[in-house]
């Protein structure tokens, strides 16, 4: 883009540019800008055509015509977003000239699926009588002694040596085979979070807990992934640390001892996993100290070891134990540290709920002068009284939402972007209350965003999300939060509810282990009957049970997950309006879960839409408008039949609902029954990695859950929430190279380890 729209007119000679300003008002100018901003569009189309010719700079739609010139092999096409042929075509002379060589494999595999990959040749993990002449000093027997290699084994980076086998790896029957080689593909992805609050152990789990953390700040074990480094180059083979995997701890305790071994001894060694980038960090609070006043903890202050017990370390070490597998840390007694901020990753499938991905699309801009724009950080002063308004910029600086959101609401300003700026953990109760303009006809909007790159925790004990409108035309707008021990509380006349990359703890709560502490009949969204004209829409969100009653106008959920726990996931109330079956049914899918309520116990809740979704628990609405490439695990139940679609969907045989379009387990039936045999109905259901909320692979599809749900969406990706991965087309893209690339007479299996 050119920096100034006066070239042309710098080019005139000064007696005409002098004589435009005296005679001619600047007309002279004024035209030469309009050509300006003309000629500034045919050189940036020049420089763009420019940057087309290389495959590091050109556009997206021109890496296809690329790759034809190169004689690329077509791959099925995937548009999420995210995923781009680039690398395949960028590496594509590299592949050529090592084909065959596993090397290659492993970087076309990571290229053409967009997850990272690792091969093994299993004739090297083949126990062999060796030549003198040719000797694998790597081919030995297990040493016993060795933990991290015992924690191997079994994994893709395992160095013990098997006995042949001869069933074929192509069927995942066997592995250990000369032509065997072994695909492993990491499908979670590892979310950095900076500078959160540790959550301290409570009283109730532990007798002394002073000095005893957890890494999540909603109080559970959590487990703690690598920050996958970059490999050297295309040949060099994926270790643990180039990988999104789970952390062991026998590794960084190898490390951390190594570095203070050569501390003592006044040397150093380059570092993996606590580098500049290292896997985890602590930052602590002393008693007494100012507050936001933490100091970084160096690595070889921290001890890696086994808190299961919560051990704590010797007062005399100097050391902050951590394990990484259950995300906990532990002080000495007496320690002075009252609170303590940690930097990890954790891992997800998919940008879905409140995270630290990309959400620049989503988020409302935070420096309109036509609105009051709130920032909030606990670096920022306590009350708004200590602040000053910036007139001119229409910006405040506060360090509580709920007293930003109050600010608001005492003024006359009718657009707030309240934005938080940190991933700290904010405890107070917000109380978010729309009252009528002057004049009716304008509209009212909040909107309380975390900034991107940012996960703040909303975690409100003794308080909730109480919105109250008084005015119609009004809206709400919630962005990238987690929202924990609470639920939001709609009174009111509110117009609009949107809740876009939020998490919403289904349950309310998690406790130590992972399950909802909370009651079962906890709703993470109560929608009084009095607001008859809201409109709710719930987008790339985690949510827990949602009371929508029947006069609401409408409820739009979009690549979500919403979980009902042991309850109705979508209801209207309790009492009893619809002729339902009064038996009560279990959910599908594995879940491993059943509704204790029976069906004539819940109203019908206000007409939804559900679009590559996955539901946990029965869904009761007056009428489901539209339904697509969705997973409902239990019942579903609509009062008005007649109108509304239901498509490429799964959902129990004994569902009620309008007519439905290649939906599961219907379809999977033979072609010449009208009944869905039982067989079908059988096999034919959605098995989950977790349906737990907290666990990494929560609401992920298994491998071996049934193809006609792996690729029953409309394009031929998975249903439910994780459509938008497009898992399947990945995989097909995998065996389209594998023809091409890997050795002739090899047997290829593909595994996946999360």
Sequence with gaps: MSETNERLYNLLPAIYRARDLTVGGETLRALLGVLETEFNSVVDDIDALYDDWFIETCQEWVVPYIGDLLGVRPLNEIVNGEFTRRAYVANTFAYRQRKGTPAVVEQLARDVTGWPARIVEYFKLLAVTQNYNHSRPTNQLLDLRHQSDLELLGSPFEKATYSPEVRRIALQRGKYNIPSVGIYLWRLQAYPLVRVDAAPVLVSEHADPAGLFRFSPLGNDTPLFNRPQTEASITTFAGEVNVPGRLRRRPLYDELEERRRLMLLGQS????????????????????????????????????????????????????????????????????????????????????????????????????????????????????????????????????????????????????????????????????????PGNPDLGLSLTIQARDGERPALILGSGEIAVMSNHPRSTLTLNGLLISCTDVSVAGDLGELDIVHCTMVPGRSLGPDGTPAAPADGNSLNVDATNNRLVVNITSSIVGRLLVPLEMRSLTITDSIVDGLDGPAIYGGDDVVLEFDEAPHSMGGGAGRSLAHGMGDFMAG?????????????????????????????????????????????????????????????????????????????????????THYGDPGYAQLTITTAIEIRTGAEDGSEMGVYCQLKGPQREANLRIGLDEYMRLGLDTGIFFVT
């Design 269 to 436: 060694e380059e570092p993996v996993y606590f580098g500049p980038q290292p896997v985890l960090e602590l930052f602590t609070h002393a008693t007494g100290a100012p507050a936001n006043t933490y100091v970084a903890v160096p690595p070889e202050n921290i001890g890696i070891c086994d808190l299961s017990d919560w051990r704590r370390p010797a007062d005399a070490s100097g050391l902050i134990s951590v394990d990484p597998v259950l995300g906990r840390i532990s002080f000495a007694e007496g320690a002075t540290t009252d609170a303590v901020r940690v930097s990890y990753q954790y891992g997800f499938s998919a940008d879905v709920g409140g995270g630290v991905y990309n959400r620049s699309e989503t988020l409302a801009p935070a420096d309109d002068i036509n609105n009051l724009n709130i920032f909030v950080s606990k670096e920022y002063p306590s009350t708004v009284t200590d602040t000053t308004l910036d007139d001119a910029s229409h910006e405040l600086r506060v360090n509580s939402i709920a007293a930003a959101v109050a600010y608001w609401a005492g003024g006359s300003t009718l657009h707030c972007v309240v934005e938080i700026r940190d991933s700290a953990t904010y405890t107070q109760a917000i109380g978010v209350t729309f009252n009528p």
């Design 606 to 690: 206000a007409p939804t839409s559900i679009i590559r979704s996955t539901v946990f628990g029965p869904v009761f609405v007056a009428e489901l408008t539209y339904a697509s490439e969705s997973i409902f695990t239990d019942i579903v139940e609509a009062r008005r039949r007649q109108s509304g679609c239901v498509r490429f969907c799964y959902l129990p045989v004994e569902s009620k609902t309008p007519r439905r379009y290649h939906c599961q387990p219907e379809t999977a039936a033979s072609s010449d029954s009208t009944v869905v045999s039982d067989n079908a109905a059988r096999r034919v259901v959605p098995e989950f990695t977790s």
